[in-house]
């Protein structure tokens, strides 16, 4: 690896490790074994930097999880899209406690973005990908053949995994489960259950 890239790994280290806001320039150069004026090179500022690997390891979460949900949850019937949305959820909500300092993270993040309009805009422009990434995984659509149905199902997705990871971060014993989410949403939309649910 360059500087470059071992800016970025030591940036996500210091991120998981010490937050956003307590991530100095000098935990980076400790962290990637590089030196204080490849940060200006590379990347200009440290802020631009910790923008990269916030999404880095965004990303990585991504496309980790999403692909073993999706490989794990192949075999839930297509035609019964509650059966899947709990699967789903089921999967993405075991898999939160192993990535309990990349959720503590995020909500530091949220609370700077009021002071850092870079940042914001930064994360705005993530958004539409990681809308895309839920409604794919969970009702098969892609923002090609349909943008406004993959957008409404990323957005709500989005929306209730915040809920989720801030519930379970402040209480993980009594977070709701897939199952929960599921069932609520049956309650709300009045669908019953299908005798293979």
């Not at 990303?59 to 297509?78: I, L, P, R």
Request: net charge negative; proline share 3%; glycine share 6%.
């Amino acid at each position: 690896m360059g500087h470059r890239d071992d800016l970025i790994e030591g940036a996500m280290q210091c991120l998981r490790e010490k937050g956003y806001a307590r991530t100095t320039t000098r935990d980076i150069v400790a962290a990637s074994k590089t030196n204080l004026a490849s940060i200006g090179y590379h990347y200009g500022t440290k802020e631009s930097l910790l923008r990269a690997a916030l999404i880095k390891s965004m990303d990585q979460w991504g496309t980790e999880t999403f692909a073993a949900v999706a490989e794990e949850t192949s075999d839930v019937a297509a035609d019964d899209p509650l059966a899947r949305f709990e699967a789903v959820w089921t999967k993405i909500i075991n898999a939160v406690p192993e990535n309990r300092a990349l959720w503590v993270l995020s909500f530091e993040v949220f609370a700077q973005l009021d002071h850092d309009d870079e940042l914001r805009t930064f994360m705005a422009q993530a958004m539409p990908d990681a809308y895309e990434a839920f409604a794919e995984l969970f009702g098969g659509l892609t923002a090609t053949a349909d943008p406004q149905s993959a957008r409404l199902v990323g957005m709500l997705c989005h929306s209730l995994l915040t809920g989720v990871l801030s519930q379970w971060l402040i209480d993980p014993e009594n977070a709701p489960s897939g199952h929960d989410l599921t069932e609520a949403l049956r309650l709300i939309t009045g669908i019953r259950a299908t005798a293979t649910a």
